[in-house]
């Protein structure tokens, strides 16, 4: 058992493995709070059917699955997206798995140096408060653990789509919807709150994401990619 913050919210999270403890180091606090506890039946559930898993990083995943569905109703979700700072600023990528996301951040990376901090690479924390939008870092940082303990306003989401050329249009607010909503986290059946107060407060979240400045952006892997996308940001930066 130890203590953990994340978003600002504390929790005291019981695991069976070791693996937990270590995943959560850089997250770690003196301070205890809500407990996060999983059973057997949970963590099994993470395995979706398949074979082959580990328990230990199954339990990870049940573990972040609660930690998630207690902070929706204090207006923070998990957001599906690599986000980066720069400048103090943070800006995130997000688009279906396997599109580029993370190598949309290296090529920022690369190109802006040491302006530029990895938030999270994966699975960070959006808090939505009225009009402004703050991304935390957690551990979850994907299948390269790119992720840091620090958090930033949010400026600008890029809706990535792999192209042979770079473009930049912005998107409505109506238009970005969707697409960000199907990036949300969302509730499981098998959740004990209620569902329907959840979805509602999630789609109000969505909804208040979206007004912030939404681009889509077509790009390959090449710097004129990175600063297609950052000068369509700057004025919001």
């Excluded at 230990?56 to 929706?72: D, G, P, V």
Aim: glycine content about 4%; hydrophobic content about 40%.
């Amino acid at each position: 058992m130890f203590n953990a913050c994340l978003a600002n919210h504390f929790f005291t999270i019981e695991n069976h493995y070791s693996y937990v403890a270590s995943l959560f180091e850089g997250y770690k606090s003196d301070e205890p709070g809500l407990v996060i506890a999983v059973s057997d039946k949970e963590i099994e559930f993470e395995a979706h059917g398949e074979n082959g898993w580990e328990s230990a990083y199954l339990e990870s995943l049940a573990i972040y699955r609660k930690i998630c569905e207690s902070l929706i109703l204090d207006n923070v979700v998990l957001f599906h997206c690599s986000s980066l700072q720069i400048d103090g600023s943070a800006i995130l990528f997000t688009a279906p798995s396997g599109t580029g996301k993370s190598t949309h951040a290296r090529l920022w990376r690369e190109y802006f140096g040491s302006r530029v901090t990895m938030i999270n690479d994966d699975k960070p924390l959006i808090h939505i408060e009225n009009s402004i939008v703050t991304v935390f870092g957690t551990p979850y940082g994907g299948k390269d653990n790119i992720q840091n303990n620090l958090s930033a306003p949010v400026k600008a989401i890029f809706l990535l789509e792999q192209s042979p050329q770079n473009s930049v249009e912005r998107v409505p607010s109506q238009e970005a919807f969707p697409f960000l909503l199907k990036q949300t986290y969302k509730v499981h059946e098998h959740t004990t709150m209620n569902v329907a107060q959840v979805c509602t407060q999630t789609l109000d979240l969505i909804l208040k994401l979206s007004k912030l400045p939404v681009f889509k952006l077509r790009c390959n892997i090449s710097e004129q990619a990175v600063l297609a996308s950052y000068d369509a940001a700057k004025e919001f930066l």
